[in-house]
């Protein structure tokens, strides 16, 4: 019996020495992720605090290069080449580096993603890009450091970052229009109806040419004749190339197609058109 207590006794030592205390993590880590065009883009950081600290040119060094967050490094990922200060930027993970100044921050792409914080010794040839971006002053204060995917467009956005009172963002171009434009060329060989009417549509919501959007758009409309949608779009295309005389026979036969099929909101945006054309 007495061996049998000091064994627990130990047991119950060894326990004690080997549990850990679980607290919630200081600078707490945040993984964001968006679809940019057609680009998948990551960003990995951990997120530090003001808790009642002056933050830029103080906790924050102004014209010394920052990890862009806490811990290890904040890095941003591409499925993608995109195009980043002018530079194109291939695809793979990339450490985020900023130097802070109080009017503008020097923003920093770095192949090495793996250091723990800033590198001991900075190597350019590791700068896949690097843009000057203004600071942009905020009516209020984030108390916990931000990243987001704000402005998204079909062919980019902008990485901001917030704290304190400021506002920085990376501008990111994606490759969208070049792998969209490859994408028709490709489908073109020998496409179906929706493969016109997606060209066609892409064409006209993008500025580019549109007389080959209202081919494109003709040839899906007479192999679907009963797609209002379809139709609806041919007015569009015709009302942007000047042609308002096709642009209202497209909207008046989308209408009657929608009508018979019992969609009010097709109905709607036709007759709203109709009006804006003077048909109505």
Do not use: H
């Amino acid at each position: 019996m007495k061996k049998l207590m000091l064994f627990i006794a130990a047991a119950a030592m060894t326990a004690g020495v080997t549990a850990q205390i679980e607290t919630p993590a200081p600078s707490p880590f945040q993984k964001i992720e968006q679809k940019v065009g057609l680009t998948d883009v990551t960003v990995e950081y951990s997120r530090p605090s003001m808790k009642g600290r002056t933050i830029f040119g103080d906790l924050v060094p102004y014209s010394k290069m920052w990890r862009t967050g806490a811990n290890k490094n904040t890095t941003i990922s591409f499925s993608e080449s995109v195009m980043v200060g002018g530079k194109e930027v291939k695809a793979g993970t990339y450490a985020i580096f900023t130097n802070p100044n109080a009017t503008s921050w020097d923003i920093y792409l770095y192949s090495d993603s793996e250091n723990w914080g800033t590198p001991e010794k900075w190597d350019d040839t590791k700068v896949a890009a690097m843009v000057n971006a203004p600071v942009q002053p905020m009516p209020m204060s984030v108390e916990s450091y931000t990243m987001s995917f704000d402005d998204l467009k079909m062919n980019g956005a902008n990485l901001g970052m917030l704290w304190d009172n400021v506002y920085v963002a990376l501008p990111i171009a994606t490759m969208t229009d070049k792998a969209v434009s490859a994408s028709i060329d490709r489908v073109m060989a020998g496409p179906g109806a929706n493969d016109y009417y997606s060209a066609a549509v892409y064409y006209l919501e993008n500025g580019k040419d549109i007389n080959q959007a209202k081919t494109w758009i003709d040839t899906a409309v007479s192999m679907r004749a009963d797609a209002f949608w379809y139709q609806r779009q041919q007015s569009l295309i015709y009302a942007k190339s000047g042609d308002k005389k096709g642009a209202i026979k497209a909207a008046k036969s989308s209408m009657a197609l929608a009508e018979e099929a019992g969609n009010a909101d097709y109905v709607a945006l036709n007759m709203k058109s109709l009006k804006e054309w003077g048909a109505m």
